[in-house]
């Protein structure tokens, strides 16, 4: 990041949740030009199902199942 642009300040973000986070990001790509809408949103499906799925893996995992 050029110094010029940088925050003077540190600047701190908090979100109440993973999700609330992964839509300002997948909102922050769109407008920085990265992404396109359905693009964005089809992201975020996508990881949310890989996301249930490695879960429920790591669960089976510490209760012994897999």
């Known amino acids: 990041m050029e110094?010029?642009?940088a925050p003077a300040h540190d600047?701190?973000?908090r979100w109440e949740t993973f999700r609330d986070a992964a839509d300002?990001?997948?909102?922050s790509r769109r407008y920085g030009g990265i992404h396109f809408e359905q693009g964005d949103l089809d992201?975020?499906?996508t990881g949310r199902v890989?996301?249930?799925h490695c879960w429920d893996h790591a669960q089976?995992?510490?209760?012994g199942d897999s």
Request: glycine share 4%.
């Open 60 to 63: 089976a995992l510490f209760a």
């Open 11 to 13: 600047v701190t973000l």
């Open 50 to 52: 890989v996301a249930r």
């Open 3 to 5: 110094p010029r642009l």
């Open 43 to 45: 992201a975020r499906e």
């Open 24 to 27: 300002q990001a997948g909102i």
